[in-house]
């Protein structure tokens, strides 16, 4: 099955803002973990911006993915890019 990053953009305190809503973010990544939807995902060390890959049939299934998560939904990511990837090794 194809992979692909996505990069996102999170909004300004983010740290503060996220709170209501981490477990279920969490808990909806654990998910899809252990279902081989997701392989990586998270923050970078200053909360700008997050990446994850993920492993699925095409592009729209990882947009509705990330457009699903409880992040996107209350506007914890503010904006997202996905590109299919090709794994070298």
Same mark, same amino acid.
């Given at each position: 099955?194809p992979?692909? =990053?996505?990069?996102?953009? /999170?909004?300004? @305190?983010?740290?503060?803002? &996220?709170?209501? /809503?981490?477990q279920?973010?969490?808990?909806?990544?654990?998910?899809?973990k252990t279902?081989?939807?997701l392989?990586?995902?998270?923050?970078t060390q200053d909360?700008?911006?997050?990446f994850? =890959? /993920?492993?699925a049939?095409?592009?729209?299934?990882? &947009?509705?993915?990330?457009?699903?998560?409880?992040?996107?939904? @209350?506007?914890?990511?503010?904006e /997202?890019q996905?590109?299919?990837w090709i794994q070298?090794?």
């Amino acid at each position: 099955m194809p992979k692909y =990053v996505m990069w996102g953009s /999170y909004c300004d @305190n983010v740290a503060e803002k &996220r709170a209501p /809503y981490r477990q279920a973010h969490l808990g909806r990544l654990t998910t899809l973990k252990t279902a081989g939807s997701l392989i990586t995902l998270g923050p970078t060390q200053d909360l700008t911006l997050v990446f994850g =890959v /993920y492993d699925a049939v095409d592009e729209t299934t990882v &947009r509705q993915l990330i457009e699903a998560d409880p992040y996107w939904e @209350n506007g914890i990511w503010t904006e /997202y890019q996905v590109k299919e990837w090709i794994q070298a090794f």
